[in-house]
């Protein structure tokens, strides 16, 4: 079961009894290491950047493998990281291994859209769990990304790891449309819906969005990926930090 093709087992589907119990021992997993490692310095918390932005990339370089070898190679939104959530692959080595304003980029996207992506995804794993089954090696998988994304944003801000500014905005949009327009590139070629912005995607909340938007879309969704996320996590920060001080 742990290796076994689409549509070879019965899938875990979303909101079942196996969901809840991926979300729970995932939400465990965060508490846990964020108890281990709440009071870390600034120079261990960027050694956890970078070792938990390695154990992704070698997973999902895993996964990337399997699904190259189970799926249809023409299908490139299964296997080419160019979604949401794929940021944390390029936010966590910017962070990781840059210096500078690109060290900047991947730090407040850690600390910003991380947190965001993590736990929609967590809560709505469309990508996963509607086609393989719980004791899957993607479905586990993208329970422990996602988990790892969590965990570093919240670790970035409780540890004050940096200062989140309100004109970070233009750090985290520029990464986030870079790899729009990446996407967009390749889903006008293949015909794909990478990033989740050129097509409807049925049975999500994406296709209100979508009806509700209609030929405008595809521009709504790309400002909204750009914005939204860095502005919840801004607001939350602010909204605790004033309630601390007071």
């Known amino acids: 079961m742990l290796f076994a093709y689409p549509g070879e087992y019965e899938p875990c589907g979303i909101f079942t009894i196996d969901h809840f119990k991926l979300i729970v021992v995932t939400l465990f997993g965060i508490?846990?290491?964020?108890?281990k490692t709440i009071h870390s310095t600034k120079?261990?918390?960027k050694k956890i950047i970078k070792k938990c932005t390695i154990l992704v990339w070698i997973f999902e370089i895993i996964i990337i493998s399997f699904?190259?070898?189970?799926?249809?190679?023409?299908?490139?939104?299964?296997?080419?990281?160019?979604?949401?959530?794929?940021?944390?692959?390029?936010a966590g080595a910017l962070a990781s291994f840059a210096k500078g304003k690109l060290q900047r980029i991947g730090e407040v996207f850690l600390a910003t859209g991380g947190i965001i992506g993590g736990f929609t995804f967590i809560i709505f794993p469309t990508t996963s769990l509607p086609t393989y089954p719980m004791w899957h090696i993607v479905s586990l998988h993208s329970f422990l990304y996602h988990g790892i994304m969590v965990y570093l944003g919240i670790l970035i801000n409780i540890t004050n790891y940096i200062t989140l500014q309100l004109n970070d905005i233009k750090y985290y949009a520029f990464l986030v449309f870079i790899v729009c327009i990446l996407a967009y590139t390749i889903n006008n070629i293949f015909d794909s819906n990478l990033m989740f912005i050129s097509k409807d995607f049925p049975g999500t909340p994406i296709e209100i969005l979508y009806r509700a938007t209609g030929p405008f879309y595809t521009i709504i969704a790309i400002i909204a990926?750009?914005?939204?996320?860095?502005y919840v996590i801004y607001g939350i920060k602010n909204i605790w930090r004033k309630k601390w001080i007071n």
């Open 31 to 35: 508490i846990i290491a964020l108890k």
């Open 225 to 230: 990926q750009m914005t939204l996320p860095f």
């Open 67 to 90: 699904k190259l070898c189970t799926g249809d190679i023409k299908n490139v939104g299964n296997y080419v990281p160019l979604y949401y959530c794929s940021l944390l692959l390029y």
């Open 43 to 45: 120079e261990e918390v």
